[in-house]
């Protein structure tokens, strides 16, 4: 059985369901890269190669929003190759280990991936294997059909997941070469999902590839945003008709609502709600049959109180949706701004917006306790003190591993915020910008600051002869030794002291990008708010700390 | 160049003069050559590890000081997976040195495998020292002087697990043949029973002031400094009794002038918390006490324990606030220190006791001065 999603994929650009100013974007975009075309397309006189900047466009976008389709629809439309990585089957490592003789010897998605590019650029003229998408052989490269005016775009649909530092180093470098180099221009489809969630190390790594491009081509960027459900719903429709089912309108559009702009889940859905259902018989019956309810509503309502059942709710849109979700926002909108009803209760249930959350607790809580001192009125640290005790028990429940799960523990960081805080704010809150939790940068800092301090550490006790633990470390060696540091450069002995200090320092700040590493304003002391150096460096890294107290 | 804390550590047991006592006790014990499992426990910068490395130097003679530091990865099979364990180690020839608190919930492993690997199998070179004294001992009938085992030590046994510290005691037993192990802690009432029982337990006190300010005054004539006895007297006075301490503040002061009325530096986190207790005393709102997340924020960065920042916090909120109230600022820090043991996010229980301490101030403050 063909599933509905590729049978009833757009065929023609107009029939996307993606806005059409972005598809005239991204065709303009393919347009006047594209050196074949660039002729025609006016603007630039000659035809030659624009190697390297402004040959990269990034599509984001939420899942299932029609980006990949996008693209491959232009590229058929102008007639363009269309050399496309997407992933292949894997090896699976056990597989090769235990049957070597019969599996395809392993490769790793990462290493294939490598050899695609160099490939689609090297030897972009040969065909590199048999066209479409079957076949081993092929190693994920299928061509687009027809090949007229002799342009080639690549797509990177998926990348592939890398696992440590240095392989995603790996994968970074040869992104950025070769998008340095491609002789065709490069559409990288990349699903917003993994943004979400900044813990998440893919997410992390992704976040870091695309930062990494925008640095070192000019990366152009262009967002989908997710299809609405109005647009989502016609689509259904159209889909229904064709297989002549008849599906009630509201029906649809509640399966529409319920797939968050996903258009590849709604027909999912839809086909699997009308398994087995009877058919119309005839072209053009479900159109027929559509009008007639039509009518007959009118009827109804002119008839006044017919004995007609009524329509079904459409909460849950039947059996086989998907749960709605409540993105992060929303959760926390509802748990802070705390709405209560007449009797003072809450208004929403802390069970349900957990569940529908689909936070994990330590993530749920931080973002909680990161933004609720903004929603507590200004003498209200009776409150305040009540919620974060009620925080720190969550906190306490949540150890891993054994003891209680995370819903309860986020049950009662929440339950405990909505029925500690009894008062009104005062002023009204309005619009709020939540803040991303400090925690994570913390954490991330500290860690990293922990590492560091295990080599300095190490370098302290080939001078202590002996190992000095951690906590004497950071309580008392090293406050001294950055205090002698700062007096030896006053006294213009630099040497002093500094061979102990740690090589690399990391702050808050410096782990979201925003500043250069090294240096924190911990130097109270001397209530001048003079600046310690945390870190040992050379003397380029004064240079750096002079620069910032000029700004 | 060394920090002076290092380059005037006494090496010999001889040379102590803080602890002579006990260090001649030490000497005794090990003049036959042989020592059992020791114990070194007291505050922090008491002078433990210095008896311990000039008793290793006792028994083993001075290529003791001949050391290789290492970060070394042991990998130890478990029934389900095999994992990777990396830990610095300090050793010479005759003795190695680990931290096993520092592999955090993986120290049960630690404490089993490796020093285990480490106890079976005993160096080369004492076991060609073994045969040249059996061939000495067959030629000549000279008794053995030198012992043949290997001395581990064991850092911050304290803040072993449990888990781990059951396992040190199987370890004790087994391997007491080839194996002599010493173990410094601060805190003896967390060191278990078995494990406590089977050690020559000594206490290192902490130094008294008269003490601290001989020894600063000793040290600054090895440097060919002038220290006024004022200042020795003050730098004893805020050292907390810890010898690191003051001799790390000496030579923080040394780079100045060296006369009576020169301030001391303390450590710039205490500052830093200090400034936190006054902040949380000025003002008790919702928006101050984000303030204050944020400094505590800064202090987690650097890598400042938490539990240390908790001991400090009340440290400094005590000597400020009126005596009504400290019993409840001490017990709600009680509560919440051992939450946050118990659990994670240690910002959380900081913050919590923050805006605890914050309210109780508050009412104390409305009902004394409306």
Known sequence: MREWWEKHAPRASKDLCVAPKKVAEVRDWIRSRVPSLR?????HGGGGVVVGSGRVLLLTGPTGCGKSTTVELLCAELGLRLLRWSAPTPTLWHEHAYQGDLAAGYVSKQREFEEFLSRSTIMSQIPLGPSGSGGGGGKGLAFGKSVRAGGTVVLIDDLPATNGFQKHQELVDSLRRFCGSSRHPVVLCLSTIHKQDARDNQGYYQDRVVR????????????????????IAKVLERASESENHYVDRQALSSIAESSNGDVRNALCT???????????????????????????????????GGGMAPP?????????????????????????????????????DAEEIVRMSHLDAPQLL??????????????????????????????????????FGATPSSLVGVMGYQYGRVTKPTRSLGFHQMRRPQEFDVDKARTMNLIELQYTSARRSRESRTQEPRGTLIAEVLPYSRALACAGARAGDQTRALNIMPRGWHTQESCRGMSKMGFVRVGVGDGDGERLPMAAGGGDQQEEEDEIEEV | MSLWVDKHRPRCLDQLRVHSKPARQL????????????????????????????????????????????????????????????????????????????????????????IKEMAKTRSSTSVFQQQQQQQEQEAS????????????????????SSHAQHALRRTLEKYSATCRVIFTCTNLSKVMGPVRSRCVCVRVKAPSTEEISELVSEVAGKERKEVPRGLANKIAASSERSMRRALLMLETASLGKLDESQELQLPDWELFIKDVAQEILREQTPKNLYLVRGKLYELLVNCVPADTIFCKLVHELLRKVDDTIKYDIVSTAATFEHRMRLGTKPIFHLEAFVAKTMSIYKEWSISNFG
């Not at chain 1, 990494?212 to 647009?231: G, H, I, N, Q, Y």
């Not at chain 1, 009776?382 to 949540?398: F, V």
């Not at chain 2, 030198?146 to 911050?156: F, G, H, M, P, S």
């Open chain 1, 270 to 304: 839809l086909q699997f709600r009308l398994v087995g259902e009877t058919r119309e018989e005839g072209v053009g019956a479900v159109r027929a049959k559509r009008k007639r309810k039509r009518k007959g509503e009118v009827e109804k309502r002119a008839g006044a």
């Open chain 2, 27 to 114: 000497q005794k014990l090990l003049a036959g050559g042989d020592c059992p499992h020791l114990l070194f426990y007291g505050p922090s910068g008491a002078g433990k590890k210095t008896l311990c490395l000039a008793s290793l130097r006792e028994l083993f003679g001075p290529s003791v000081e001949k050391l290789r530091t290492e970060q070394k990865t042991w990998q130890i099979q478990l029934p389900s997976r095999k994992i990777e364990v990396e830990l610095a180690t300090v050793s010479s020839n005759y003795h190695l040195e680990v931290s096993p608190a520092d592999a955090g919930r993986r120290d049960v492993h630690v404490v089993q495998e490796i």
């Open chain 1, 212 to 231: 990494s491009l925008e640095l070192s081509t000019e990366c152009k960027v262009c967002t989908f945003p997710a299809v609405t459900a109005p647009r």
């Open chain 2, 141 to 160: 009938l000279v008794k053995p002087a030198k012992c043949a085992y290997k001395v581990l030590v064991i850092n911050q046994v304290d803040k072993l």
């Open chain 1, 366 to 403: 931080s973002w909680v306790h990161e933004n609720f001192p903004d929603f507590l009125g200004e003498d209200a640290i009776e409150e305040c003190d009540r919620i974060s005790a009620y925080l720190s028990d969550a906190a306490a429940l949540m150890e891993d591993g054994s003891g």
């Open chain 1, 312 to 348: 079904p709710p459409s909460g849950g849109a039947g059996p086989c949706s998907r749960d709605r979700e409540l993105n992060r926002l929303h959760v926390l909108g509802k748990i802070l701004y705390n709405k209560r009803t007449e009797e003072g209760l809450p208004e929403n």
């Open chain 1, 39 to 43: 002729a025609d397309y006016g603007n």
